[in-house]
DNA sequence: AGCCATAGTTACGTAAAAGTCAATTTTCGA
DNA sequence: TCGAAAATTGACTTTTACGTAACTATGGCT
């Protein structure tokens, strides 16, 4: 395993601009070290990126992105705030759950609408 | 079930504004019907709110909301069409189970996470 | 007739998430 | 060491998905 990534292997891997990258870090959820000026991305990183492009597929905002990566990070020492991180990620789960039974109600009114077309190109006459 | 539905008890229904009713209209994603200027929302309508609401918390975008809500359409008579149609339902549901693969990930993660949190409240004589 | 609630249209405003452009550095291979 | 390629910062622009304001119309109640 490589230790740094350029910018531009990071955003040729993903498929994003630099301006996304540096937004990112702007916003806290990344970030990368420095040689000078220039961000060296290591493995945390780009695995963070990832992180943060599925939160994207997923339609959470990057606020929400950023309280998801939180998560992640090492637990704390403090029991208030171990609970209180226990208790987003319960939170966060269920709002993952309600997405889960969306993407399945939907995939399944496509099966519907999807088998009306079927069947419509068979009273077509239309070889399946 | 009610014949008709006024626009301000959907919003209450739905939790959301005249704006976003009259907006979704504009975009062409809704069709209520009219009494004078007054719009009527049908149970049909009502059920395509719904699945434009879905398609929100899924993330998807208006442009791709109205593409998913054209496949739940009637199926039209021509070969081509149908036959266009059933590819782009394909299409959509790719997304979808990548969706899903993302939301599996994300909860997995995320239990890993919850699981460093517990061990540390253990860790610290906090009893589960 | 007067009033309130609900509905409508038009038009401008805004926050989020980048895109784009310009003007410098910085890095690095020949 | 020099010059192209790659990176940086900063500022301005754009797109999406509505919010908000201002004003008009309509229908029921008293």
Do not use: C, N, W
């Given at each position: 395993m490589r230790e740094?990534?350029?910018?531009?292997?990071l955003?040729?891997?993903?498929?994003?601009?630099?301006?996304t990258l540096r937004f990112y870090e702007d916003e806290g959820l990344i970030s990368p070290v420095r040689r000078g000026r220039t961000r060296l991305f290591r493995p945390a990183d780009r695995?963070?990126?990832?992180?943060?492009?599925?939160?994207?597929?997923?339609?959470?905002?990057?606020?929400?992105?950023?309280?998801?990566?939180?998560?992640?990070?090492?637990?704390?020492?403090?029991v208030g705030q171990l609970k209180q991180i226990i208790a987003k990620i319960e939170e966060k789960r269920d709002e993952l759950r309600q997405k889960r039974r969306d993407i399945e109600d939907t995939i399944a009114e496509l099966n519907a609408s999807e088998e009306g077309c079927v069947e419509r190109l068979a009273e077509l006459g239309v070889k399946g």
């Open positions: 740094f990534y350029t910018i531009t292997e955003t040729r891997e993903f498929g994003i601009s630099t301006r695995h963070l990126v990832k992180q943060i492009l599925r939160g994207k597929r997923l339609g959470f905002s990057i606020a929400e992105i950023r309280e998801i990566v939180q998560m992640y990070r090492d637990p704390p020492g403090e």
